[in-house]
Every structure is written in structure tokens, then in C-alpha cells.
């Protein structure tokens, strides 16, 4: 059963694992799809963050949209889909990291990956996504 949009911006809020998946420039190639983290207000715009050279970088530039699904399996069966442009692309700030990696990290561990992730990744890029289109179900228990 859908989920109403208050419902399912609510389960956007909560910090899934997002599955990221956007069109590729390259012919023949299925999208590209990928784990990521994400940042989702309800009645906002979502961002992600990544290498401002990666693969998803580039594709999110060339195809100007994304889409994400968040899904669990407990306590019910229960996915949202959001799709839309990309409405910016700036270059990732520290307190974007930390809010980030607070939201799916334990608080002792952010500090520590915010580092090492500020040393080892390079350059990061927020890119913000305005929510067009939804798909969501809730299946009930498994």
C-alpha cells in the first residue's frame, strides 16, 4: 500500500542506506547504482556527497537527476523511492561530513571518520536533489 507523502517523508528522514542510482553517459550501460548516505528534512530537498572526480559525480553532472530509494525490513516490509533534479553542486564543507557521518555513525566514531575521511577521499561535492516523483509501499510483516 502507498504510504501518504507525511509518512514517507518521514521514513526518507530516518537514516537508511540510500541506494543511489543514476543514468549513465556511456550507451549499452544500465544505470550506475550504488550505496550512499544521504540528508533528507521533510518538505526539502535531499543531498548526497561524493568525490567531486568519482564515477558518480560525473554521472549525476551528465544526466542532471537522480533517484534513491530507501528501503527496511523491520518492524514491516517498507521502501520509499524519491526522483528529481539536481538543483546544486557545491563543494562539500567539514560540517556537512560531520552532520552526515553523525547521522549513521555513533557519536564516538564521528570525530575519528571525519578525519580519515577529510585525509583519504579528497575533494567532496553536496549535490542537492528536489523530490519530483515518489514511489513507496509499506508490505507489511515478513
Known sequence: MPLPLEEREAFLAEPHIGA?????????????TVPIWYWYEPGGAFWVMTGRDSAKAKAIRAAGRISLMAERIEPTVRYVTVEGPVTSEVASTVQELTDLAGRYLPADKVEGYVKAATAEHGAQVTFRIRPERWLSADLGSV
Do not use: D, H, I, S
Not at 543514476?22 to 550506475?32: D, I, K, S, T
Open 20 to 32: 543511489l542510482a543514476v543514468a549513465r553517459a556511456q550507451p549499452g550501460r544500465a544505470p550506475l
